[in-house]
Nanobody, 124 residues
Framework: QVQLVESGGGSVQAGGSLRLSCVPS????????MAWFRQAPGKEREAVAV???????YYANSVKGRFTISHDNAKKIVYLEMNSLSPEDTAAYYC??????????????????WGQGTQVTVSA
């Protein structure tokens, strides 16, 4: 049974930084891509960043230049380094995995597996 476990969320003041981690397990093959999404109360889940197995990455415009997605090839852990955080970044952050890499990278239905989420709260 596949599983994605996120960690690293917390509460920070505006301008601060956090690093989220996503540890996948149970996969017999490495997902083609892994992404971070976020969902604020009352809003739809939105894509933040994606990293492909070969290393390419893409970002939502709202986080470009502030967030960095990376992966540890040995352990297959995916990280999201978040800098210059603002209250608008407050949300539950979810890790997602897609085995085949079909469909738009920023579309929720493109991903097969999801973690349970980790909360990020940024105060002004």
């Amino acid at each position: 049974q596949v599983q994605l476990v996120e960690s690293g969320g917390g509460s920070v003041q505006a301008g601060g930084s956090l690093r989220l981690s996503c540890v996948p397990s149970g996969y017999t093959e490495r997902p083609m891509r892994m992404a971070w999404f976020r969902q604020a109360p009352g809003k739809e889940r939105e894509a933040v960043a994606v990293i492909y197995r070969h290393g390419s990455s893409y970002y939502a415009n709202s986080v470009k230049g502030r967030f960095t997605i990376s992966h540890d090839n040995a352990k297959k852990i995916v990280y999201l380094e978040m800098n210059s955080l603002s209250p608008e970044d407050t949300a539950a952050y979810y890790c997602a995995a897609d085995l085949r890499g079909l469909g738009s990278w920023n579309s929720v239905p493109s991903y097969n597996d999801w973690g349970q989420g980790t909360q990020v709260t940024v105060s002004a």
